[in-house]
């Protein structure tokens, strides 16, 4: 269908396979916005058909570990090996990174993706430096550090050896069964009180995850994740992150019951989050996928947020507000007591952190002691 306006006729974003977002919406920060028009040269006869490759770009920052004082957050120290995420989850909190860069936190934020090659370096030089004080580092906060490039670049992989030689504590978040590759590191790790993972499930209903998460593993997979961590002696959560009211918060009781029978042993839920250009996106997505739900679903996300479609107040961003949010965590501390986890995420894990050593030698340069 194309839609006129004045002289130009416009091409409508539509749905493509294997992608989350269905529109490439301009970044905030542009001056100008822009929109694919028909010249009469058939450049809209399947829009939905035309096949998006992903492409990777290495980047070298100066250092690797990132923090934040948000007092909502249970970490303070981070690495992400990647910007973007080809994973494609349309509801995505880190989109709006990608207009800091001129690129749109839509289609751009998953075929457009950046890659830290020298993220193990970068690491180990500030575990070398005396004044480095050890605490858990999260991978996963912003971007899964296991989507579908790591299995080729393998960044992921070589901070975790770096965190493993240096008996440095580790909290893991991802929806990727990709994690497995790892045990040979985290099981050991785990076994001192060093590693803990969080497995994101969001859904049990394989085709609402096949549109909104459109390339992560699907729900089977992420529960076996679960299963096969936890029979390694390594700590799991279940994080149903995120909710979205009426669409798939009547899932919190079987996505609970299915965790605790793979073994997990703490769970957690964030409400959905529409901050920036991620409320637009989402509701594309919407409009395109469940346009019959459409509207209620985003009754119910305002309802959540005091009238309005996000609120980024602390202690409120992550739960939201009324009697909707209330009526959720009711059902969800229900469940954890239920099901016997413990209370939440942040407490079921304390990680040590008096282990930490410093090698003679690096990876590069051996120690003649050794």
């Given at each position: 269908?194309?839609?006129?306006?004045?002289?130009?006729?416009?091409?409508?974003?539509?749905?493509?396979?294997?992608r989350?977002?269905?529109?490439?919406?301009t970044?905030?920060?542009?001056?100008?916005?822009?929109?694919?028009?028909?010249?009469?040269w058939?450049?809209?006869?399947?829009?939905a058909?035309?096949?998006?490759?992903?492409?990777?770009?290495?980047?070298?920052?100066?250092?690797?570990i990132?923090?934040?004082?948000?007092?909502?957050i249970p970490?303070?120290r981070?690495?992400?090996?990647?910007?973007g995420c080809?994973?494609?989850?349309?509801?995505c909190?880190?989109?709006p990174?990608?207009?800091?860069h001129?690129?749109?936190?839509?289609l751009?934020?998953?075929?457009?993706?950046?890659?830290?090659p020298?993220?193990a370096?970068?690491?180990?030089?500030?575990?070398?430096?005396?004044?480095?004080?050890p605490?858990?580092?999260?991978?996963?906060?912003?971007?899964?550090?296991?989507?579908?490039?790591?299995?080729?670049?393998?960044?992921t992989?070589?901070?975790?050896?770096?965190?493993?030689?240096?008996?440095?504590?580790?909290?893991?978040?991802?929806?990727?069964?990709?994690?497995?590759?790892?045990l040979d590191?985290?099981?050991?790790?785990?076994?001192?009180?060093?590693?803990?993972v969080?497995?994101?499930?969001t859904?049990?209903?394989?085709?609402l995850?096949?549109?909104?998460?459109?390339?992560?593993?699907?729900?089977?997979?992420?529960?076996?994740?679960?299963?096969?961590?936890?029979?390694?002696?390594?700590p799991?959560?279940v994080?149903?992150?995120?909710l979205?009211?009426?669409l798939?918060?009547h899932?919190?009781e079987?996505?609970?019951?299915?965790?605790?029978?793979?073994?997990?042993?703490?769970?957690e839920?964030?409400m959905?989050?529409l901050?920036?250009?991620?409320?637009?996106?989402f509701?594309?997505?919407?409009?395109a996928?469940?346009p019959d739900?459409?509207?209620?679903?985003?009754?119910?996300?305002?309802d959540?947020?005091?009238?309005?479609?996000?609120?980024?107040?602390?202690?409120?961003?992550?739960?939201g507000?009324?009697v909707?949010?209330?009526?959720?965590?009711?059902r969800?501390?229900?469940?954890?007591?239920k099901y016997?986890?413990?209370h939440?995420?942040?407490?079921?894990?304390?990680?040590?952190?008096?282990l930490?050593?410093?090698?003679?030698?690096s990876?590069?340069?051996?120690?003649?002691f050794?």
């Amino acid at each position: 269908m194309i839609l006129s306006y004045g002289m130009v006729d416009i091409i409508p974003d539509q749905a493509r396979k294997g992608r989350g977002a269905v529109s490439n919406r301009t970044g905030r920060f542009e001056p100008l916005a822009g929109m694919r028009i028909d010249d009469g040269w058939g450049t809209g006869d399947d829009l939905a058909a035309e096949k998006l490759r992903t492409t990777v770009t290495d980047e070298h920052p100066k250092t690797i570990i990132a923090t934040n004082s948000s007092p909502d957050i249970p970490f303070e120290r981070s690495i992400n090996p990647y910007r973007g995420c080809e994973h494609g989850c349309v509801y995505c909190y880190a989109r709006p990174t990608h207009a800091y860069h001129g690129l749109s936190p839509g289609l751009d934020f998953e075929t457009r993706l950046f890659a830290k090659p020298d993220a193990a370096r970068l690491l180990e030089d500030a575990f070398r430096k005396p004044s480095y004080k050890p605490q858990t580092i999260q991978l996963g906060a912003n971007t899964d550090p296991y989507q579908p490039i790591e299995r080729a670049r393998r960044i992921t992989r070589s901070v975790i050896e770096v965190m493993h030689r240096y008996d440095h504590p580790l909290g893991i978040t991802t929806k990727s069964d990709l994690v497995l590759r790892d045990l040979d590191l985290l099981a050991p790790m785990a076994a001192k009180g060093l590693a803990a993972v969080a497995v994101s499930v969001t859904t049990l209903d394989a085709r609402l995850a096949r549109t909104m998460e459109p390339r992560c593993p699907r729900p089977e997979k992420r529960l076996n994740a679960i299963r096969e961590l936890s029979a390694a002696g390594v700590p799991v959560a279940v994080m149903t992150a995120p909710l979205v009211p009426g669409l798939n918060d009547h899932e919190i009781e079987d996505i609970l019951a299915g965790a605790a029978d793979a073994g997990a042993m703490a769970a957690e839920y964030i409400m959905l989050r529409l901050p920036l250009e991620i409320h637009e996106l989402f509701e594309e997505w919407l409009a395109a996928h469940v346009p019959d739900r459409a509207k209620k679903v985003m009754s119910l996300v305002r309802d959540t947020r005091g009238g309005k479609v996000y609120d980024s107040a602390w202690s409120e961003r992550m739960k939201g507000k009324g009697v909707y949010a209330d009526m959720i965590a009711a059902r969800f501390r229900a469940a954890r007591r239920k099901y016997g986890f413990a209370h939440n995420a942040a407490s079921g894990f304390k990680l040590r952190s008096d282990l930490f050593t410093r090698p003679l030698g690096s990876a590069d340069q051996p120690s003649l002691f050794d």
